[in-house]
């Protein structure tokens, strides 16, 4: 007697579990719907329609947010020089705004100094590493050793992106680098700070995030500070997450003016990030790929 009632409550109890299971599922689909039909319905806000916005070319293969189709917009505009990119703080490898270009017969060089990040890049990313295509450096990036750390893996001065998402020191080190003079920037901002707040945190070598709001620039201390290193600020990403700077004398009419932070920002809408970009990363979709499509 004891046995069925036991088993007829554990059954309750499994059917109860299914259900909460099953609602929390519905409950992410209908909030990820939302939020679907909210960054549409910005796109299509007058703000963004002109022809030279980025905006509505954005989407995400393997980025946070939709910097990889703004990205390969801005390429489709200027053109490559050698189809090279650098970037520091890329996490597991997994979610960055780099390794779609690898897709596509990119080469590049990764800096992580997160422990398990790295040993999940080179245990994963092996075959393409191996190939060349890859060169991955795990180390803490400082002022001090950026230069050195870029020119050991010998990439060409007009490489093509160079991408900085460190949470903090991203202005000080992108400053120190002499060894490169990328073509494009993808520079990740602090978006609390709107124009026309000139903010950018001091230099410390030993900085780590605790999640306030004590890290990197603002987008106009960037778009000033940049602009006398030779780079427009032409857009960013709807999410206020990634700000886009491109060398001056590639700009031509190819993008939307003024390029100035008043007109280019936008707020932070984390929310934006929590989106699903299709099926879940894996490591094996690069790794699994025809040779033919590797070249």
Not at 237 to 242: A, I, K, Q
Not at 255 to 274: I, K, V
Request: net charge neutral.
């Amino acid at each position: 007697m004891f046995t069925k009632l036991l088993k007829r409550k554990l059954g309750t109890l499994k059917t109860k579990l299914m259900a909460f299971v099953y609602m929390g599922e519905m409950t992410k689909r209908i909030h990820d719907g939302v939020l679907h039909d909210l960054l549409d319905k910005l796109k299509r806000s007058p703000r963004y329609q002109d022809p030279k916005s980025l905006i509505p070319f954005g989407y995400s293969l393997y980025s946070q947010n939709e910097e990889d189709g703004m990205i390969r917009e801005i390429f489709n505009r200027i053109g490559t020089a050698n189809k090279t990119f650098i970037e520091f703080g890329v996490g597991d490898g997994l979610q960055n705004n780099t390794l779609a270009l690898l897709f596509e017969g990119w080469k590049g060089l990764w800096i992580e100094a997160n422990d398990i990040s790295s040993q999940q890049i080179t245990e994963n990313f092996r075959g393409t590493i191996e190939r060349g295509n890859l060169k991955f450096i795990k180390s803490f990036v400082t002022k001090e050793n950026i230069d050195a750390l870029i020119s050991s893996a010998g990439f060409p001065e007009d490489v093509d992106l160079l991408s900085v998402d460190i949470d903090g020191n991203d202005f000080h080190i992108l400053k120190a680098i002499s060894c490169v003079k990328p073509r494009v920037l993808a520079l990740e901002y602090n978006a609390k700070f709107p124009p026309p707040i000139l903010y950018c945190m001091n230099y410390n070598g030993q900085h780590e995030w605790i999640h306030d709001d004590c890290w990197g620039a603002s987008l106009k201390f960037f778009e000033v500070e940049l602009s006398k290193m030779g780079y427009c600020l032409v857009g960013c990403c709807l999410s206020g997450v990634n700000a886009f700077f491109v060398k001056k004398e590639l700009v031509g009419e190819k993008f939307l003016s003024p390029f100035t932070a008043e007109h280019h920002y936008e707020p932070q809408r984390g929310y934006f990030a929590t989106l699903p970009s299709g099926h879940k990363p894996s490591y094996q979709a690069l790794e699994k790929m025809l040779p033919s499509l590797r070249q």
